[in-house]
Each structure stands twice: as structure tokens, then as C-alpha cells.
């Protein structure tokens, strides 16, 4: 049996502690200076401009995939890649932004800061002006993190990969200043659907604690599925083609849900459901205007901290079921992505060129500056007993059999002594004394880049935090009363989770006090919801009253952990070549898929070039070989059912990999297509063909 990853993390943290410290004592360390930026680009005075393009941030196998802790595996390959999407805009009058959407965890800090170095001189963008937003898939590379706390714990590997850092830095930063050569004359339109059907709370037992939410029935088996946030909210930018005539670019969008549709097991990289999502409006958008460019969907994930994915429940018990379920992912994330289409479609008649943008941003250490009105939060960070028996449907084995450890329990959390502090009544796991030992203060994440982005009537506010449906709504409140004190119009104001950082969860005072494994894991305590919008607020404030704020840390210096992941480059001295016909397998199970697979021999996993086009299905129509397009969907390795997988080293530096189509339609004069690598030519298979059922694959003479 699988362990849940909080299992891990409790069995570690507890039973390892010690050993960890030891072990950590003797880790490398790097000093990390990121240079601020003094020099910017003029941003000339021209008609409203954007342009968004996808930048593919896949790695070589080997990085660890963050969101599962010890539990998730390294990645071997990748199922859906791992995709940066830029979407720049220019409001003509001397303002213009960068936001930027992962398929993360969540983001980084010192990524930000790498990013917000590298484009400044070419593109006049200052750091408030970039917004690094993540989908917080749990089946993406990691260990990129700004503090040693969240790179030793998130992942199946400690401390920070310095060349995942570079790789990941350098490619988002070529992708905004590409956007930003590339722009063209832009519409936009704002708007919001809500959608329900698609995510549930999971943690309804302290959601319905909140002061302001009304009466619940706990036994109604649909007020899960009421108390979530519905909101999908979109930009849509559209530009113009070389004839003048505005088409669809992009969107960037938000949805609250958390990218757990697929469970720990899952050994490839992936975008988890949001792929689906962002990959049908791409396609479709693209197929009905015929656009001259690829179209972009930047989907991020909002106020996702207790938002669980709608699909079939496993209970709230300790036997728990870890099948990797691509099917359900798929048809929850093709959903989405439907409504997605929809209200695209509807803000078309809202396009306009009437473009207004503006950011702010302040940088602060919250351990030095833990306090704003009469609300202060902890000085040093802590984490809970409710950590360790994990939340509701990843119960771990055993642990959650006992009281101190499970969510929610009366004996996890305090109750009568040391209950008026910051920490209220969280139990710190490990014991309060032990914790500090194990977790030195200063390795959790203490600077947060507090932000805001107007783009038109809508207010976006990146916070690096995982948010809870009402502490985001509490956040986004603040911040609308401002605008609205000053006259403002600000038509939708919304909270993006796990931007520019990560510092785990933040709750709702009230929902705190139940300590679930969302209030365990909200590190500087009970009243850091209301820090965080009395933060927010101000800077909302100090925007309206002063126009811009850039107010940033003196230095941006980093002292991390250091590791190497990634394969290291060896000379290749062999030929590519074919080691297995192409075979199908048959799925056995509700939750399997069909797929086909070929194996073969190719230069080593450091020079396979993982973030380029590698693998593709081409069929013969009517004697010539065509790439294979099935409703509207390439089956290719960068659409959402090939798979590419490194599975070992062979000898003279090359190795060994398999490729997989998923959901393989019947038919024939089909043929896996390897591009060219280094000075290895295009490589194809042999001819097959495949019977709706069958359990073998005809080739061709």
C-alpha cells in the first residue's frame, strides 16, 4: 500500500527529525544575489498592444514533483508538458504588465525576482509589473523555492536545483521579451462565469464555522458542492491579423480548484486536470478563427486552498485509494474547459481598445513587519499536528488513527492553556520546544511581494499563500472597499493562490480554530487572513492616493540548500533505433486507458531536449503522411495523450524510452514519429494497424 504523502511528511518530521537535521547539517549552500533591477526600457506612448505565447519549462527526467511531499515520485518523463504562458499588454500610454502562468506548484519568489532582473532593460517592466502564477499541479517539478522550509518539504527531494532555476528563469524571461517584440494592436475584455459541478469543499466542517456563511446542513450532501467558489474569471485579448482584422490571442483566466485530480503514483510530469482545460479552448479558439498564431489559455488557480476537485468521493477514512485516474482528470478537466470556451465566446460584443492598466507591489519581511492596525501575526512560523494525518480523502495510515494527529480531532488542537497567542490553538507537531530544532525559524519563508494588477474593471491580487474560499473573499473585500471608497470602478476583484511564492495555507480565523489540515498548515497563525487583507487594503490605499507603489527589499539575497537532480550530459556514441513494434494494452480497469507503445534507443535523458517536440502519431491519407488530428485534438507529444518516458541508460551514452498514445483510435496506416535529436535523423516505426478491442496490432509487410 501506498502512504498519502502526509504520512511521509508526519513519519519524517517525527520519527527522522534528528536524522534530517544531521544530514542537513551537511548539505552544500549556495549564496543566491539577484541583481535589482536600475535600468529600464522607455514604454513609448502607441496604440494599446499585446501578445501572449506558451513557453514549455518541461525538464529532463530526475526533478522531484512537488505537492505530494516524499511520496511523489521523479519525474520519468512527462504525460502533459509542463507549459509557462506569457501574456503581455501594453495600455498605449505608457504602462504595460506581464502576467505569467505556470503549470507549478506554485511559484517562487526568487524565480520572480530572476524573471523581473532579466527583462527590465529590454522591456521597461518593473517588478510590480510581472505576476508569476501557478495551476499548482501536484505532478510538477519542484525544489525552485526562495526558502529551505518549502524545498526540503514539498517534494521527493531536498533543497534548492539551481539548474532547474536557471532553465525555468531564462525561458519565462525569453518568453515575456519575445511577447514583448512580438505585440500587436489589442482588444481586451473582462468578464466572469460562475460554474458549479467542478469542485467541492473539502474542509465543510470549518467552513461552516465562518461568522458570515449562514446556516449549513453538514448532513446535506450537496452543501459541499454549494460552499466553493464558482467563479471563473477571464481577460480575453484579441489582436490584430497583417490585414487589420482583430482575432482571438489569448485568455487569462482563473478557476478555484485544487490540480489533485491525479494522485501521488503518478511517475510522469504533468499539468494535472488544467491541462485539459487550457488545451481545448487553445485548439478550438484556434480551429473556428483560423488565427495566424497559436492561441494561448493561461489558466491559473484562484482561492483553491479547500477546493477539492468534484469528483467521486473516497471518505474520510484511512484506507484510501491512490489509482492514478487520467479519465476522470480528463472529462473534469474538458469541462472546465468548455465553460471556458463559453464565456470566451460571450465577451466577444465586450472587446474593446480602451485599454487601462496599472500595478503596485511592496516587499516585506513579515517577521520584521508582523503587524498592520491592530492585527498581528506570529513572529516565528509553525506548523501543526494536523499536518500529519493529512486532509479529507488523503488520510495516512494509522497516524490518523490517532486523535492528536487527525484534522479536526479534539484532541489535535488545544483547547484550555496557550490558546490566546498567535498560534491559538494549534498543536505544533513535534512538540513547540522540539519544532525550532528540527526546523530552524529562518528556513521558512518569511518575504511576501504583496502586489496588485488592474486591467480595466478588474483587480487581480497574486498572494503566494494557498487560500480558502472565505479567506479569499475576505482579501478581495478589502481591497474592493478601497476602490470603491475612492470612486474607483473595479468590477471584479479576485485572489490568485500561489503566486510570486508559497508559504502554504491561510484560513479564516474561524475556520483556524477547528485546526484541519488547511488551519495546521497555516504557518504564521490565526490572524494571518486578516493580515494579509489589512496588507492588501493598504496597498490598495497607497496605489489610489499615490499612483504607483514599488517598494521593494533592499537586497534581493538568498543562503539556500543546494542539490543536483537533473542527468548530467554524456557523450553519445551509438545509433537510434527501434527496440519495440508498436503493441497495444487494454485497459483492465474503469479508471485505465487503451494506449499503443513503441520503445527505442536515443541519446541520453540530459540531451533528449524533453521541452522540444519529440513524439507524434502520423496517419496515410490517400498515399501521403499527414500529422494525426482526432476532434480537433494534434495527437502529438505536446497535446494531452502522448506520452514520452525515459525508462534507462543504455550503453555508448544513449538510453532507452517508451512512448504511449492514450485512447488510440481504430484504423489504419498509422506510424510513430521520433524528431531528430543532436546529430541522431527522424526516426519512424513501422506501419500498423489497430481493430477497436483488440489486443494486438497489425503491421504492415
Not at 465586450?350 to 492598466?357: K, N, V
Amino acid at each position: 500500500m501506498r502512504f498519502p504523502p502526509a504520512a511521509v511528511r508526519a513519519l519524517l518530521f517525527i520519527i527522522n527529525g534528528l536524522l534530517l537535521s544531521s544530514l542537513s547539517a551537511c548539505a552544500s549552500t549556495r549564496d543566491i544575489r539577484v541583481p535589482q533591477p536600475q535600468t529600464f526600457a522607455v514604454v513609448e506612448k502607441e496604440a494599446p498592444s499585446a501578445w501572449a505565447i506558451s513557453v514549455d519549462i518541461t525538464p529532463p527526467p530526475g526533478m522531484p514533483m512537488g505537492g505530494y511531499s516524499v511520496m511523489a515520485n521523479r519525474g520519468q518523463g512527462f504525460r502533459t508538458r509542463i507549459k509557462a504562458r506569457v501574456v503581455y499588454l501594453n495600455d498605449g500610454d505608457g504602462q504595460s504588465l506581464a502576467v505569467v502562468q505556470t503549470d507549478l506548484t506554485a511559484a517562487s519568489l526568487l524565480l520572480h525576482h530572476e524573471v523581473a532582473s532579466r527583462v527590465a532593460e529590454h522591456t521597461g517592466l518593473k517588478p510590480s509589473d510581472i505576476a508569476i502564477t501557478a495551476s499548482h499541479s501536484h505532478s510538477a517539478p519542484v525544489n525552485f523555492f526562495d526558502n529551505d522550509f518549502y524545498n526540503k518539504h514539498t517534494s521527493s527531494g531536498q533543497w534548492l536545483e539551481p539548474e532547474f532555476l536557471e532553465f525555468a528563469a531564462s525561458r519565462i524571461a525569453a518568453g515575456i521579451i519575445e511577447a514583448h517584440d512580438k505585440r500587436r494592436p489589442a482588444k481586451i475584455a473582462t468578464g466572469k462565469k460562475d460554474i458549479y459541478g467542478y469542485n467541492r469543499n473539502r474542509s465543510l466542517d470549518s467552513y461552516v464555522l465562518n461568522n458570515n456563511v449562514g446556516e449549513i446542513d453538514l448532513d446535506d450532501p450537496q452543501a459541499k458542492f454549494r460552499a466553493v467558489n464558482p467563479s471563473l474569471y477571464m481577460v480575453r485579448i484579441d489582436v490584430a491579423d497583417d490585414d487589420g482584422h482583430f482575432k482571438p490571442l489569448a485568455a487569462f483566466s482563473s478557476f478555484s480548484v485544487h490540480a489533485t485530480a491525479l494522485t501521488a503514483p503518478v511517475e510522469v510530469y504533468n499539468a494535472d486536470l488544467f491541462a485539459y482545460a487550457q488545451k481545448d479552448l487553445e485548439w478550438k479558439i484556434h480551429d473556428k478563427y483560423n488565427t495566424d498564431w497559436p492561441v494561448v489559455h493561461a489558466l491559473s488557480t484562484g482561492t483553491q486552498g479547500d477546493m477539492a476537485p468534484a469528483l467521486e468521493e473516497h471518505g474520510d477514512n484511512w484506507i484510501t485509494h491512490f489509482d492514478v485516474n487520467w479519465k476522470a482528470a480528463r472529462k473534469l478537466g474538458q469541462g472546465i474547459g468548455a465553460e471556458a470556451i463559453a464565456l470566451f465566446e460571450s465577451l466577444q460584443p465586450q472587446l474593446t481598445a480602451d485599454i487601462s492598466l496599472a500595478t503596485a507591489a511592496r516587499e516585506l519581511n513579515i517577521r520584521e513587519h508582523n503587524s498592520i492596525g491592530d492585527v498581528e501575526i506570529c513572529h516565528d512560523a509553525a506548523v501543526g499536528n494536523a499536518l500529519a494525518a493529512g486532509a479529507y480523502e488523503r488520510r495516512t495510515p494509522w497516524l490518523t488513527l490517532i486523535p492528536f494527529f487527525h484534522g479536526g480531532n479534539i484532541m489535535a488542537r488545544r483547547w484550555w492553556f496557550f490558546t490566546e497567542g498567535c498560534q491559538g490553538n494549534k498543536r505544533h507537531l513535534g512538540f513547540s520546544f522540539l519544532q525550532p530544532i528540527l526546523e530552524p525559524k529562518d528556513s521558512f519563508p518569511h518575504t511576501v511581494m504583496f502586489q496588485l494588477l488592474r486591467i480595466n474593471d478588474m483587480v487581480v491580487l497574486p498572494v503566494p499563500f494557498e487560500s480558502t474560499v472565505e479567506a479569499g473573499r475576505r482579501m478581495a473585500h478589502s481591497v474592493a472597499e478601497e476602490f470603491a471608497a475612492a470612486g474607483e470602478d473595479a468590477g471584479y476583484v479576485w485572489v490568485a493562490s500561489n503566486a510570486n511564492g508559497y508559504f502554504g495555507y491561510t484560513t479564516t480565523p474561524e475556520e483556524y480554530r477547528r485546526q484541519n489540515y488547511e488551519g495546521g498548515h497555516t504557518l504564521y497563525g490565526q490572524y494571518t487572513t486578516p493580515y494579509l487583507a489589512g496588507q492588501l487594503g493598504a496597498l490598495a490605499q497607497d496605489f489610489l492616493s499615490r499612483g504607483r507603489v514599488q517598494q521593494y527589499l533592499p537586497q534581493w539575497q538568498y543562503h539556500l540548500k543546494v542539490n543536483d537532480f537533473l542527468p548530467q550530459p554524456r557523450p553519445a556514441g551509438g545509433e537510434r533505433q527501434w527496440l519495440q513494434a508498436p503493441q497495444v494494452t487494454l485497459a483492465e480497469e474503469d479508471n485505465e486507458e487503451n494506449y499503443i507503445a513503441v520503445r527505442w534507443r536515443d541519446v541520453g535523458p540530459a540531451a533528449i531536449a524533453f521541452d522540444r517536440r519529440l513524439v507524434g502519431i502520423e496517419q496515410r491519407v490517400n498515399g501521403e503522411w499527414q500529422p494525426l488530428v482526432v476532434d480537433g485534438e494534434p495527437i502529438h507529444d505536446d497535446g494531452y495523450d502522448v506520452e514520452v518516458r525515459y525508462l534507462e541508460d543504455d550503453a555508448q551514452g544513449m538510453a532507452v524510452y517508451e512512448s504511449r498514445w492514450y485512447n488510440p483510435v481504430p484504423g489504419d496506416g498509422y506510424r510513430f514519429v521520433i524528431a531528430p535529436r543532436q546529430d541522431q535523423s527522424r526516426l519512424t516505426s513501422g506501419i500498423f494497424r489497430w481493430e477497436d478491442g483488440s489486443d494486438s496490432i497489425s503491421l504492415a509487410d
